[in-house]
């Protein structure tokens, strides 16, 4: 059964979601610059972007994450751990690429051997909200890489915009605690005839074309290619790329300490910065951009669909749109393909 | 055209082996976007293209190449930072060629975006105009009202040295009194300063594009990830980013030239020119002295003078 979530019962819905969950949705810094905050208001929701600059990740891995506090007062040590999550928390309004990424890199954090509590106490906290893609762009390429612009996959609950209403499915056991919520009505057979005719015109607009297939074999013979040397020429070294890509999971740890007291952090790490790769002798392995952008390229197409049989890359366009050098992914992967 | 006589230029650089490489703009894969290219062949020069889309300072990628031969396309502001780095000695003397561009000035792709419905899809230039096309829109823009703000207030569009120009020089606006978002932040009162600088810095996520895209931001290790000393910390604490964004600015004084490559490059469109024309503003007044005019005369922050009044000293 499907339901439907009148626009007019919006906020009211948002209000009445955020007695029981912390509520977690884009908000509108500057004029087209989107981010997830934590939600106050319902009123500071604002749906009318498309992805957010910042990937949904942050949600559950944020950029900056304090680990534990410590302090010391005279003999004792005293360590407050922060790694509980008190309530229970919604994201809402994620694109399918951003919550397919979260899956992808769950099997990194949430892993065989290791399990990262900061990431997952937050993980199963959260019910996922998702947001059919009703307008992707010409950059967006989630239908070459497995994904969709209505892929349901991870999605506790699916929202389908169709003007005055929301259609809205509920797919795992975290959406059903929906069922029964007052402001979902039962969805009219034409109702669902629009959000499918909304979804065969939008899933036609995104990219299946870019040649991922067979990729990662192509890759194990690269390491040594010139290619590498030519891609990397206009990148700038920031890391737009990597801290907006909703896949790219990598961090580093510090101390921020003071005398007595402190708090251990992790922050994101982007495998371009030239730091990252630096060892306390001096030695960096990864020396130039050729290194570090083959490397980010490698992590992606090639190392983790060895390790989890998936490509990480999930087709948002981030990169592309936001890269000061207009670096391209795609045309990155189809110079790989041709060899 | 001035197109042609790029490549043409180009390719004679390259084939008489005066410059081992030539850096300028390609076509981008997106609408409203050159992208820096790289030409190494007499053919691959036939790629390079003007138009006012090409809004990269290219001279930032001179600091990986020192160990070769450089043919590099400038507008008026890059030609400037090329100054600015000579005198901080960071080429050697004919190390450069460089083919000079009068600047036609360079169209802000996010003011095109936000005022168009929809997605842009295509766009070109006509005349004084840009045609811009979506899934259902075609709209002609006048350019002038579209432009990047550092191009809007430049009185430095001919490039300042160069080896050959290509195109005929442009008449160069007069120095206006202060820049207009300049004016706009001096007009306020500390508090809303602060207010403005900090709702701007505060969606800083540290990805230091501005720095990288800058040609004046070239330390062998940038104060931010100096682990010993630890100057600053690396998360997003609000005065982690203000000291961020201060200090970038401050290590401009004297040294940027105005050309708008950070404030380009943040995909957060965090505003920084108005902190740095302030700084440009600053110094013209004070020590009248301009970046990258004068191949000859030290930044003021750069020297010292001995019989210096330092009227700053109470």
């Known amino acids: 059964m499907k339901w439907k979530l ?26 087209g610059v989107f981010l997830y905050k934590r939600i106050n208001h319902p009123e500071e929701v604002d ?59 769950d099997q990194v954090f949430s892993g065989k051997e290791y ?37 349901r996959e991870g ?117 371009l910065s030239s730091l990252y790769s630096q060892e306390t002798s001096g030695h960096n392995p990864r020396p130039t951009n050729r290194e570090r952008t083959r490397q980010r390229i490698m992590h992606k197409f090639n190392y983790f669909p060895k390790n989890f049989d998936r490509i990480a890359c999930v087709g948002c366009g981030r990169c592309i749109l936001y890269c000061p050098a207009g670096f391209d992914i795609r045309q990155t992967i189809k110079e790989i393909q041709k060899g | 055209m001035i197109q042609e006589k790029i490549r043409e230029k180009a390719k004679e650089l390259l084939s008489k082996k005066v410059v081992d490489i030539i850096i300028g703009f390609g076509e981008g894969t997106l609408p409203l976007r050159a992208t820096p ?21 290219l001279s930032t990628y001179l600091h990986k190449l020192s160990q070769f031969k450089v043919g590099l396309v400038v507008k008026g502001c890059d030609s400037r930072s090329i100054i600015a780095l000579s005198l901080e000695k960071r080429f050697k003397p004919d190390q450069l060629f460089l083919i000079g561009v009068p600047c036609q000035r360079m169209v802000d792709r996010r003011r095109v975006k936000k005022a168009v419905k929809g997605e842009v899809l295509r766009a070109h230039e006509q005349g004084d105009q840009i045609i811009v096309e979506g899934e259902d829109f075609k709209t002609a823009l006048k350019k002038d009202d579209f432009l990047y703000p550092s191009c809007q207030v430049c009185i430095h569009r001919n490039p300042v040295k160069a080896n050959i120009l290509v195109g005929d020089p442009v008449e160069e606006s007069p120095l206006l009194e202060t820049h207009p978002e300049v004016k706009d932040f001096e007009s306020k009162s500390l508090e809303e300063r602060w207010a403005f600088f900090e709702k701007e810095s505060s969606r800083c996520i540290r990805c230091y594009a501005c720095r990288e895209a800058c040609p004046m931001c070239y330390c062998t290790e940038c104060f931010v990830d100096s682990s010993n000393p630890k100057w600053v910390e690396k998360g997003l604490s609000p005065s982690d980013l203000a000291f961020y964004h201060i200090v970038r600015a401050y290590h401009q004084t004297g040294r940027c030239s105005g050309c708008g490559a950070c404030e380009r490059a943040c995909p957060m469109e965090i505003r920084l020119t108005y902190l740095t024309q302030k700084l440009n503003l600053d110094v013209k007044e004070l020590f009248d002295f301009e970046t990258g005019i004068d191949a000859e005369v030290l930044p003021p922050l750069s020297t010292f003078k001995t019989e210096d009044r330092q009227e700053f000293i109470k």
């Open chain 1, 115 to 151: 399990t990262d509590v900061y990431y997952t106490n937050k993980r199963e906290a959260t019910t996922i909200i998702g947001m059919a893609c009703n307008h992707p762009l010409s950059t967006c390429f989630c239908t070459s890489m497995k994904g969709g612009p209505f892929s």
């Open chain 1, 155 to 271: 999605s506790d609950l699916f929202l389908i915009d169709f003007g005055e209403a929301y259609l809205v499915e509920l797919l795992t056991q975290k959406g059903m605690a929906f069922s029964q919520n007052k402001f979902l009505k039962k969805a009219e057979p034409n109702d669902l005839d629009l959000g499918r005719e909304i979804e065969e015109k939008a899933s036609k607009r995104t990219d299946a074309s870019i040649p991922v297939e067979g990729i990662d074999k192509k890759l194990d013979q690269m390491a040594e290619n010139p290619f590498w040397e030519r891609v990397q020429e206009k990148c700038l070294g920031c890391r737009v790329c990597t801290y907006l890509c909703p896949t790219c999971h990598c961090f580093d740890i510090v101390d921020e300490a003071l005398t007595n007291k402190g708090q251990r952090v992790r922050n994101w790490d982007s495998c």
């Open chain 1, 47 to 105: 749906l009318s972007g498309s992805n957010p600059q910042k990937p949904a990740k942050e949600v559950f891995f944020p950029q900056s994450e304090t680990m534990f506090q410590y302090e010391k007062a005279g003999k004792e040590a005293r360590i407050t751990s922060t790694e509980g999550v008190e309530r229970k928390r919604v994201i809402l309004g994620a694109r399918p690429c951003d919550i397919q990424a979260v899956s992808l890199i």
């Open chain 1, 6 to 31: 009148d626009k007019k019962d919006f906020k009211p819905f948002l209000q009445n979601l955020m007695d029981e969950y912390d509520l977690f949705a884009p908000v509108q810094f500057a004029e």
């Open chain 2, 37 to 57: 290219l790289f030409a190494r062949s007499p053919e691959e020069a036939d790629r390079l293209i003007w138009n006012s889309f090409c809004q990269n300072n």
